[in-house]
C-alpha cells in the first residue's frame, strides 16, 4: 500500500450525507471524494480509479443498480451500497450485480468503516491468502480442508464444507442465497433456497456454541449469509 | 347405447325436470267440446281443496249463468275482473297483476284458450298462466281439445269449424296433471237439447255442425289421446330422468319443409302432430332458398318468418338451407343430421318438371334413402293467405317489357318492310330473330315469349307466303317459329336468371356491407354511451325504422339512445322493454308479449349476460332478410355493450391502481424522507463519538449544527403526516379568534427565517387592516407550509413576497416566489395530495425534500376555516408563482364567532 490515503468516492445525491461522511472519513484515514449523481460518479471513477466506493441505490440521474452495473465494467475495487432496510430486492440485486456489500439506512459511521475494510482486504486477498480462519473456538484449514472446533476435528459432508469455506473465504461480506448456490451447488440451483436453509443448520448444529443463536454464521434476513469471525 | 355400460340418467331430462323446480303446478280439465262438465268439475275439486284448508282463489270463472256452476263458486274467493274497454265496450278480462300480487296457493283459471282484450299485457290466457306458474303459484284451467293449435287443421277437417282461439301444444305439454271431463256423445246432445250447455251467440249457427255425433265422436277420440298421450309423455319422463331404458323412439328426427304459399303453417301443425306421435321426436322446420330463384316476394317472406315463428313455439328449431337444387339441399341436410321423416307439402308440379325428373315430390321419393316422406295436402288455409299483393307488381313491373316487345317486333317489321325488296323472306327471318332475342335479353322471358308470338304473327302475315294471311306456307316455317320460340325461352330464362342472382347477392352484399360497417362503428365505440347509440343507428338502418337502445341503471331500464335522436316511449313501450329484459325474450310487435304496441325489444345477450334492451319499430313490409339482419346486428351490438362496459371497468381500475401506485410511493417516500435526515443525525452523530479527538472544530461544530437541522426537518415532517392525518381523519378542530393577518404572517416568516438563505422575504402589509374570524395556529402553519414550499422551489439570492390586502368582504394574503413557476398543466394539482410523487422522478430536483404534502396541508386548514385559496403561475413574465390565501371577514356561517 502506498503512503498516500485509500480514496473513497461516495455518490449520494443528499448534501447532508455529504456533510458528515466526509469528515468521518477524513478522521478514519481516508480521503473522501464527493459525487453527487451517478454520471459524475462514474466520470470520476473512469478519469482516476478510487480504492473504493459508496454508492447510494436511490440517486436522481440513474438508477442505483445500472450505475452499478456500468462501473463494474471497468472497476474492480470494493463498492459499499447505501440503501434503505425495506428494499430487500434492491440490496439482493446489487450485490449479484457485483456489489461487495451494503449498508442499510440510517447507518452508524463505525459499521459503514468496517464492512469498507473488510471489502478492501477481501479485494486485496486473492485466492490462496490466508489459508488458515480462526474465529472464536473454530479454526478453518483452506487449503487441507480441515475444520477444527476447540482442537478436535468436526466431520462435515463435502457440500457443508463447500458451503463453509465460500463463506470463510467471504468472511465479513454477505454473500447473497445466489451467489452461495451458484458456487456450491451449481447455477442450475441458484433458486433452491431451501437447500441452503438444511446445510447451513447443519453447519450451525456443528460448528456454532449456541445454534439457536449464531455468532459466526449470520441471516441477513432475506439477503444471504455473512461469516463473522471477529 | 350399449347395454354393458350402465345406464345413466338422462342429462335433458333431468334438465326438463329441474327448470319445472320452484314453478307451479299445472293442471288441465281437458274434454272434448263445450259443455263436458270442464268447469264444474274443476271448481268441485277446488272447492274440495279450500275445505281441506288449501289456499284456493278463483281468478276467472265464466259460469254462463247455469246454477249448478254458481252455487260451485259459494265459499271461494274470487278475484274481481279488471275493466277494459274495447271498441266502445266493456269488456271484463281477468286481473293477472292482482292474481300475481294476492299469490294464493291455486288459482283456479278457466278457458286456458281464451284471448284477452287487446292492450292486455300477453295477447292470450294460456300466456297469463305461463307467468302465473313461473311466479310459482298453481294454477287449474280448462281447455277443449279442438284449441289445441296441432288439432286445428284437423277439426277443421271434421267439423268445418276453424278455430280461432288457439293453445299452443307446449301448453298443454306443459301441464303436470290433465284430468279429462268425458261425457258420450249421446249424454252430451241430450245435455245440449236440456239447454244446459252454453253456446255463444256467434258460434250458433255452426254449432249444429258442431255438434253432429260423428264429430263429437271425433273429438272425443282426440280427447282421449291426448290426455293418454301427455300421461305417456309423463311417464316416459320421469323413466329417462330416473334412467330406465324404454322403449321411446330414439333417432327419429323429422324435417318439415315449408315454401312461402300459404300451406307453411299446415304442414307445421302436421310436423308437431308427427313429433307428437312419435314421443317428441326432434322436429325441424326449414326453408330452402335457392340463390337463383330468391324468395321474391315479402309476403312470402314473412308468411315464412311466420310459420318459423309457430314452430319455434311448437317446439321445433328452423332453419334456412340454400342451394340451387333443392332435393340436394334437402337431402344433404336430412343426411347429415339422420333425418328420418320428411313432411312436405303436395305441391302442384307441372309436367314439365315431373317429366324431366325436376319434381320435388318425385326427387325426394327416388333419392330420400331411408327416409320416409310424408305428404300433406292443402290443409286450413293459413289465416292471411289472400292471393299475394305482390304477384300483381311483377305483372305490373313486366309491362314495360310487354311494351317494349311489341314496340320492338313493330320496329322489326318496318325494317323488315323496307329490306324487303332486296333480300328474300328467310333472310328477313332473322331481322325477326334478332327482336326475339334482344327483348329477351332485356326483359326476361315474359317479354321474349310475347316477342316471339309477336314476331311469328307479324312474320308470317306480313313475309311470308301466301303474304296477308296467317296460313303458314310450308313446313319449315314452322321450324323457324319453333326457334324463335326457342330463342325467347333460353334468353329470357338466362336473363331473368342472371339478373335474380344479382339482385339477390346485391342485397347480401348490402347486409354484409351494413354488417361490417355496423362492426366497424360498434368496435370504435369507446364508451358505453358511444356503443348504444353506434348501435341503434345502426339497427335503425339496418330496420328502416326508428330504433332505441335502453340499457340497466339502478334496478331499471334507462333510454340509452335512439335514432333518429329524441324518440320518446310510452308507458306501454317500457313495459314491453322491461318484460324482454327480465324474461330475456322479446316483446311487443310480432311477438307474444304486449303485440299491440309498434315496437319489438328484444333483450341484448352477451357472452357474459344481458347488456340491455333494443327496440326497433317494426316496418310491417320488412321481409325475413331485415330479420335477420337486425338479429345478426343486435348480437353484435350486444358484444360490443359487454366491450364498453368492460372498458369503463377497466378505467376504474385503472384509477384504483393508480391509488395502490400512489400509496407505494406514499411509503417509499416516507421511508426516504425520515430515513434522510435519521441517516444525517445517526451519521453526524457517530462521526462525532468515534472520531471527536481527531475533528476540527469548525467540522465538529457542522456535524452538530447538522444534527439540529436534520431534527427539525424530521420534525417538520413528522408535523405535515400528523397535520395530514388530522385533516383526512376529519379530526381537526378550529379555533376560531378575531385576529389581525399581518401578526400571523410575522410569526409564519419567522418560522422559517433560519432556512431562507440569502431570500429576502418582501413584506406589503397595509397600515390599517380589518380583523378576521380565523384559526391563527391553522393559518400560520398554512402559511409556513406556502413559504417552505416557495423556499423550496425559488432559487436562493431570489425575494419572496408576502402581501396582505383587503376588499368588501375578505382579507387576502399573496405570497409570490421567483421560481420558474407551475406547468400549466400541473397548475389545477398543486394542491392534490403527495403531487410530488408523480413526477417523473420522486426526487428530481435536488433540496426539494418532502412528499408534497405542504400545500395540500395548507388548502385544507384554510378551508377549515372557510376560507379559500388558488394558486397563478407564471406571474413574472415565464417565472414565479403566486399562492392566494382569500379569507371573509365575517364569520363564515357554521362556525360561531367568539368575542374579540
Not at chain 2, 284456493?56 to 249448478?68: I, M, N, S
Amino acid at each position: 500500500m502506498s503512503a498516500q490515503k485509500p480514496r473513497v468516492l461516495v455518490i449520494d445525491d443528499e448534501p447532508q450525507i455529504h456533510r458528515f461522511l466526509a469528515p468521518a472519513l477524513e478522521a478514519a484515514g481516508y480521503e473522501p471524494l464527493r459525487a453527487d449523481t451517478a454520471a459524475e460518479g462514474l466520470a470520476m471513477i473512469a478519469k482516476r480509479p478510487p480504492d473504493a466506493v459508496i454508492l447510494d441505490l436511490g440517486l436522481p440521474d440513474m438508477d442505483g443498480k445500472q450505475a452499478l452495473v456500468r462501473a463494474r465494467v471497468f472497476y474492480e475495487g470494493p463498492i459499499i451500497i447505501l440503501s434503505a432496510r425495506d428494499m430487500e430486492i434492491e440490496k439482493i440485486d446489487a450485490l449479484d450485480l457485483g456489489a461487495d456489500d451494503y449498508v442499510e439506512k440510517p447507518f452508524g459511521v463505525g459499521e459503514l468503516l468496517a464492512r469498507l475494510r473488510v471489502a478492501a482486504r477481501n479485494r486485496l486477498s486473492s485466492v490462496g491468502a490466508a489459508p488458515i480462519v480462526e474465529a472464536g473456538a473454530l479454526r478453518i484449514d483452506l487449503i487441507q480442508r480441515l475444520v477444527t472446533r476447540e482442537g478436535e476435528g468436526v466431520k462435515l459432508s463435502p457440500r457443508e464444507y463447500e458451503l463453509l469455506a465460500r463463506l470463510v473465504e467471504g468472511r465479513g461480506r454477505v454473500l447473497t442465497h445466489q451467489q452461495l448456490l451458484t458456487a456450491v451447488w451449481g447455477p442450475a440451483h441458484a433458486a433452491d433456497v431451501q437447500y441452503l436453509r438444511v446445510f447451513v443448520g447443519h453447519l450451525r448444529q456443528k460448528l456454532e456454541p449456541d445454534p439457536s443463536s449464531p455468532r459466526h454464521i449470520v441471516t441477513e434476513s432475506g439477503v444471504g449469509y455473512r461469516f463473522i469471525n471477529d | 347405447m350399449t347395454h354393458d355400460e350402465p345406464i345413466r340418467p338422462d342429462p335433458d331430462a333431468l334438465l326438463a325436470h329441474a327448470r319445472g323446480q320452484g314453478r307451479g303446478r299445472l293442471k288441465v280439465y281437458l274434454g272434448m267440446a263445450p259443455g263436458v262438465g270442464k268447469t264444474f268439475e274443476m271448481l268441485s275439486a277446488g272447492g274440495r281443496r279450500k275445505r281441506e284448508g288449501e289456499d284456493v282463489v278463483v281468478g276467472v270463472v265464466e259460469t254462463h249463468g247455469r246454477r249448478e256452476t254458481e252455487d260451485l263458486l259459494e265459499g271461494l274467493e274470487v278475484l274481481p275482473r279488471r275493466p277494459v274497454e274495447y271498441r266502445g265496450r266493456q269488456l271484463l278480462e281477468f286481473d293477472l297483476d292482482s292474481a300475481l300480487a294476492r299469490k294464493p296457493g291455486l288459482l283456479l283459471v278457466d278457458e286456458y284458450a281464451h284471448s284477452n282484450a287487446p292492450g292486455s299485457r300477453h295477447p292470450k290466457r294460456w300466456q297469463d298462466v305461463e307467468e302465473l306458474l313461473a311466479a310459482g303459484i298453481d294454477v287449474w284451467t280448462t281447455l277443449n281439445v279442438q284449441h289445441l293449435e296441432s288439432l286445428v287443421d284437423v277439426v277443421w277437417k271434421v267439423t268445418g269449424v276453424r278455430v280461432r282461439e288457439t293453445v299452443p301444444d307446449s301448453a298443454l305439454s306443459a301441464a303436470d296433471e290433465i284430468e279429462l271431463a268425458d261425457l258420450t256423445p249421446a249424454e252430451l246432445r241430450e245435455r245440449l237439447h236440456a239447454g244446459k250447455v252454453y253456446v255463444p251467440e256467434t258460434a250458433r249457427l255452426a254449432s249444429d255442425n258442431f255438434f253432429k255425433p260423428e264429430n263429437l265422436t271425433a273429438l272425443r277420440e282426440m280427447a282421449l289421446r291426448r290426455a293418454a298421450q301427455t300421461v305417456d309423455d309423463q311417464m316416459v319422463g320421469a323413466m329417462r330422468r330416473q334412467g330406465i331404458e324404454g322403449p321411446w323412439a330414439a333417432g327419429e328426427r323429422i324435417l318439415v319443409l315449408i315454401a312461402g304459399d300459404g300451406t307453411a303453417g299446415a304442414l307445421v301443425r302436421a310436423g308437431r302432430r308427427l313429433a307428437d306421435l312419435m314421443k317428441d321426436a326432434p322436429w325441424t322446420v326449414a326453408h330452402v332458398e335457392r340463390p337463383n330463384r330468391p324468395t321474391g316476394d315479402a309476403r312470402s317472406a314473412r308468411r315464412i318468418a311466420e310459420a318459423f315463428k309457430a314452430a319455434e313455439q311448437l317446439g321445433a328449431t328452423t332453419v334456412v338451407l340454400t342451394g340451387d337444387d333443392v332435393p340436394t339441399a334437402v337431402l344433404a341436410f336430412a343426411g347429415r343430421n339422420n333425418v328420418t321423416q320428411i313432411v312436405m307439402g303436395k305441391s302442384p308440379d307441372s309436367l314439365w318438371r315431373v317429366v324431366t325428373g325436376r319434381s320435388l315430390d318425385y326427387a325426394l321419393l327416388r333419392r330420400s334413402g331411408g327416409a320416409a316422406l310424408h305428404f300433406v295436402g292443402p290443409g286450413a288455409p293459413d289465416a292471411d293467405s289472400a292471393e299475394p299483393a305482390s304477384a300483381k307488381g311483377r305483372k305490373a313491373g313486366d309491362g314495360v317489357g310487354y311494351l317494349g316487345a311489341v314496340t320492338l317486333v313493330a320496329a322489326m317489321s318496318g325494317l323488315a318492310a323496307l329490306l324487303d325488296r332486296y333480300t328474300t323472306g328467310a333472310d328477313l327471318g332473322m331481322i325477326f330473330l334478332a327482336s326475339v332475342l334482344i327483348a329477351g335479353l332485356a326483359w326476361g322471358l315474359r317479354p321474349a315469349l310475347l316477342a316471339a308470338t309477336a314476331a311469328i304473327a307479324c312474320y308470317n302475315f306480313f313475309f311470308l307466303e301466301p303474304r296477308f294471311t296467317f296460313v303458314i306456307g310450308h313446313a319449315t316455317d314452322i321450324l323457324t317459329f319453333a326457334i324463335f320460340i326457342a330463342v325467347a325461352g333460353a334468353t329470357g330464362w338466362l336473363t331473368g336468371r342472371v339478373r335474380d342472382q344479382a339482385r339477390l347477392s346485391s342485397r347480401r352484399a348490402s347486409a354484409v356491407t351494413a354488417l361490417l360497417a355496423a362492426s366497424r362503428r360498434l368496435s370504435a365505440a369507446a364508451t358505453l354511451q358511444d356503443a348504444a347509440q353506434a348501435l341503434a343507428e345502426q339497427a335503425s338502418a339496418a330496420a328502416a325504422g326508428r330504433s332505441v337502445v335502453l340499457l340497466p341503471k339502478a334496478e331499471d331500464l334507462i333510454l340509452a339512445a335512439s335514432a333518429p335522436a329524441a324518440v320518446a316511449l310510452t308507458t306501454a313501450d317500457m313495459t314491453a322493454a322491461r318484460w324482454a329484459w327480465d324474461k330475456r325474450e322479446a316483446a311487443g310487435a310480432g311477438t307474444g308479449t304486449l303485440p299491440q304496441i309498434g315496437w319489438t325489444f328484444r333483450p341484448l345477450i352477451g357472452v357474459r349476460g344481458r347488456a340491455g334492451v333494443a327496440g326497433v319499430e317494426v316496418d310491417p313490409r320488412g321481409g325475413l332478410d331485415e330479420e335477420r339482419l337486425v338479429a345478426a346486428l343486435l348480437d353484435q351490438g350486444a358484444v360490443a355493450l359487454e366491450r364498453a362496459e368492460l372498458a369503463a371497468a377497466t378505467v376504474e381500475n385503472e384509477a384504483l391502481r393508480r391509488s395502490d401506485k400512489l400509496r407505494a410511493a406514499l411509503l417509499n417516500s416516507i421511508s426516504h424522507d425520515l430515513r434522510t435526515p435519521l441517516s444525517t443525525v445517526m451519521g453526524a452523530a457517530t462521526t462525532l463519538i468515534d472520531y471527536d479527538p481527531t475533528l476540527k472544530p469548525e467540522t465538529r461544530a457542522d456535524l452538530l449544527v447538522s444534527i439540529r437541522e436534520e431534527a427539525e426537518r424530521l420534525n417538520r415532517y413528522v408535523g405535515d403526516l400528523l397535520d395530514m392525518t388530522r385533516l383526512e381523519g376529519g379530526a381537526l378542530t378550529t379555533r376560531t379568534e378575531w385576529t389581525d393577518v399581518r401578526d400571523v404572517l410575522a410569526g409564519a416568516i419567522r418560522r422559517v427565517e433560519r432556512r431562507l438563505g440569502h431570500r429576502a422575504v418582501v413584506r406589503d402589509f397595509p397600515a390599517e387592516l380589518s380583523a378576521a374570524p380565523l384559526d391563527q395556529s391553522l393559518l400560520e402553519q398554512a402559511v409556513v407550509n406556502i413559504l417552505e414550499n416557495a423556499i423550496e422551489y425559488s432559487p436562493d439570492g431570489l425575494p419572496i413576497e408576502v402581501a396582505v390586502y383587503e376588499d368588501r368582504a375578505n382579507v387576502v394574503i399573496s405570497i409570490e416566489d421567483e421560481g420558474p413557476g407551475i406547468p400549466k398543466v400541473d397548475i389545477e394539482r398543486v394542491f392534490e395530495r403527495f403531487r410530488r410523487l408523480e413526477e417523473p422522478s420522486d426526487r428530481a430536483p435536488k433540496d426539494r425534500k418532502g412528499a408534497g404534502l405542504g400545500l395540500s396541508i395548507a388548502k385544507g386548514f384554510v378551508e377549515a376555516m372557510g376560507g379559500r385559496i388558488a394558486a397563478a403561475s407564471p406571474i413574472h413574465g415565464a417565472r414565479g408563482t403566486r399562492i392566494l390565501i382569500s379569507l371573509r371577514k365575517a364569520p363564515p356561517a357554521p362556525m360561531p364567532a367568539e368575542s374579540p
